[in-house]
């Protein structure tokens, strides 16, 4: 029915890292680790999850050391261990791999805007598209609220990658994706239905 719900997500952004408090772009998976910062960021995630008590059916996690580490702790609330999404990794940087903004802005000033902007394959760029991007996101999810019809599903994973299922569930134009602000540390729940989705609350940062 039109109005009855398939699968509900929690996603959870991973705490923070030295990268993301310097706004630098990385897709490598093995580095950095959370920071203290990220580490205590994690703990307060969780502490929400188990005040709301949020149920939970599956936990699901992108593969790189920082989320796992953020679904790590969580999993020990739910005392079940995470499902590694091997797919489900940040959009690929091309040239703008371990920069942050500003070294892009000086750097690379014609690509900062393609970064955010171009909707096609950039050959300068050498980086993931915003569509295929966010269609890569949305096969994913969507394989996701299939395989757990009924269920409440938490997955942790990236800033972006959060941004990507947004826009998707929206159907928001691809440019506007930066336009989301997702933090690290974070909640943001999605409600998939037969034909449409709902977004119930984005970038929700307990302050207990």
């Not at 996690?61 to 969580?74: E, F, L």
């Not at 019809?149 to 972006?160: K, L």
Request: proline content about 3%; aromatic content about 10%.
């Amino acid at each position: 029915m039109y109005f009855s719900r398939k699968c509900k997500i929690t996603f959870i952004c991973h705490g923070a890292t030295i990268y993301s408090e310097e706004n630098r772009l990385s897709d490598v998976e093995n580095y950095p680790q959370l920071s203290e910062l990220g580490q205590d960021e994690v703990e307060r995630i969780t502490e929400y999850l188990r005040r709301r008590a949020v149920k939970n059916d599956v936990i699901y996690t992108s593969p790189s050391v920082r989320t796992m580490q953020t679904a790590k702790v969580i999993s020990k609330l739910y005392k079940e261990e995470a499902v590694v999404l091997e797919d489900l990794h940040p959009r690929k940087c091309g040239k703008l791999n371990g920069l942050t903004l500003e070294q892009i802005e000086t750097k690379y000033p014609d690509l900062l805007e393609s970064w955010f902007n171009n909707q096609e394959y950039d050959e300068d760029l050498e980086a993931e598209s915003i569509n295929d991007f966010i269609a890569r996101v949305k096969k994913i999810i969507d394989e996701v609220v299939a395989q757990n019809e009924g269920n409440r599903v938490i997955i942790v994973t990236h800033p972006d990658v959060i941004q990507a299922a947004i826009c998707a569930a929206l159907e928001m134009p691809a440019n506007k994706i930066a336009k989301i602000f997702i933090r690290t540390g974070s909640a943001t729940q999605i409600s998939y239905y037969e034909k449409w989705s709902s977004l119930v609350y984005s970038d929700y940062t307990p302050l207990f």
